[in-house]
């Protein structure tokens, strides 16, 4: 079993989106019928300018808005061309762990494969459409890191107690932990109406508690390779005209639109103002 991290920059009408607004920050994952993005702008007006843009591509649809961040809902759409790297995952007995990361004009993914021989596949065929960065590859015995995903355990503050809470914030805004200390722990258990050991009691529990719930993605941060390895693109020979996306996977699209009808605009992927067309 072999675990990776894998960063890629190809024409994707999604990675369109995410060249157009670099800044914004686009979570996406897929539940078989649509695709949900958690999409995270870094103000409010080009939120707005996002969220313009998929309604007018992919007629999504916003199902929160909060400030700067938004909820948005695409009805599910599978295209033939360019071949999408879930797609090619499939294909080539690869898993993709949800979300799929899209910031500054890049896709990430996070992958599992039965062996380096599958992924190694996946990466050459991914390599014909554009760059590939691999971020990371770890050999995996077992499914514990894929059983132990944050995102599949406990929230970041899963059992952190009020007290616990309040002693981190005070140490944190005091510069208790700052090297060197501003300050003493004396101090900031006098200013939290608490003996010095009572205090360091609440902090060293808040302490081990947000590490007991951060270490699945701490264990892999520290197993990440040094230096990232960067493969250049390698384009087929005759590169395949893009064509119009099809939903194919979705026996019926939004509002009750069947997949029986491509020529409906509910189908087809718009070219909004000022992208670059397919």
Not at 161 to 186: I, Y
């Amino acid at each position: 079993m072999v675990e990776a991290q894998v960063r890629v920059h190809h024409p994707c009408p999604y990675c369109d989106i995410s060249c157009e607004f670099p800044r914004s920050l686009l979570l996406l994952w897929c539940d078989n019928r649509r695709d949900i993005f958690l999409v995270s702008a870094p103000d409010e007006s080009e939120l707005r300018e996002v969220l313009a843009a998929l309604r007018d591509s992919f007629h999504a649809r916003a199902l929160v808005v909060d400030g700067k961040d938004a909820l948005v809902t695409i009805p599910d759409f599978e295209w033939a061309e360019p071949p999408s790297v879930t797609g090619l995952a499939r294909k080539t007995g690869v898993w993709v762990l949800h979300p799929v990361i899209y910031f500054g004009g890049t896709e990430t993914y996070r992958l599992m494969a039965p062996s380096k021989r599958e992924l190694n596949d996946l990466v050459s065929r991914v390599r014909r459409l554009g760059d590939v960065e691999i971020r990371s590859v770890t050999d995996r015995g077992t499914l514990e890191r894929v059983r132990d995903l944050p995102t599949a355990s406990v929230h970041f503050f899963e059992g952190l107690t009020d007290q616990q809470a309040r002693s981190l914030v005070a140490a944190f805004e005091s510069g208790l932990f700052d090297v060197p200390a501003r300050t003493s722990w004396d101090n900031v258990a006098r200013g939290q109406g608490l003996s010095r050991s009572t205090f360091g009691e609440h902090l060293r529990k808040g302490q081990l508690r947000l590490l007991t719930n951060s270490y699945p993605s701490l264990k892999a941060r520290s197993e990440q390779a040094a230096e990232p390895l960067l493969l250049p693109a390698t384009p087929a020979r005759h590169p395949p005209a893009r064509r119009p996306l099809q939903g194919t996977r979705s026996p019926e699209g939004e509002a009750g639109v069947s997949r029986e009808s491509p020529s409906d605009e509910r189908h087809s992927f718009a070219t909004p103002r000022g992208r670059r067309a397919p």
